[in-house]
């Protein structure tokens, strides 16, 4: 038995569920996730799809190729716009919750950041984090 989170939007029409293995979390400096998030990086935890649900509502997805050349498909809401997770096709078994859609961010510890080379100057992050110039090994 594992840890369970809930989450959801903003406005509350979408919410969601996981039960199991809380895995890593991290910042990602890509310009999809900047756009996305509205500032300076994004913030993720990886969790098993397995044991992820949506509980209340219909995200909307959208599909794109990443900085990595590879697709990525990002689910909101469809009525408040807030991001909630990321599946990417590439790793089905793997859903990506962004942190602050979590009810309990406290469950999220970063322990990494991604996209280094798309990092702006005027976010600071704390030193002593895993460091990657792209994406992370076996992303």
């Not at 903003?10 to 293995?21: F, H, I, K, N, W």
């Not at 996730?33 to 969790?47: D, I, K, L, M, W």
């Not at 909307?60 to 590879?70: C, L, N, Y």
């Not at 002593?128 to 110039?133: E, H, K, N, P, V």
């Amino acid at each position: 038995m594992g840890t369970r989170i809930t989450g959801g939007c903003l406005c509350g029409a979408v919410r969601y569920e996981y039960e199991g293995e809380v895995g890593a979390a991290g910042y990602c400096h890509c310009e999809d996730c900047r756009r996305t998030s509205g500032s300076a990086f994004g913030v993720s935890v990886r969790v098993a799809a397995a044991g992820f649900r949506t509980t209340r509502g219909e995200p909307r997805a959208f599909t794109k190729a990443g900085d990595s050349g590879r697709l990525v498909t990002r689910c909101f809401c469809p009525d408040c716009g807030s991001p909630l997770f990321t599946l990417p096709p590439l790793h089905p078994e793997v859903v990506l919750i962004k942190a602050g859609s979590l009810d309990d961010p406290s469950v999220v510890a970063p322990n990494r950041q991604a996209w280094m080379r798309s990092k702006v100057a005027w976010a600071e992050i704390a030193e002593g984090l895993t460091s990657y110039d792209t994406n992370r090994p076996g992303s």
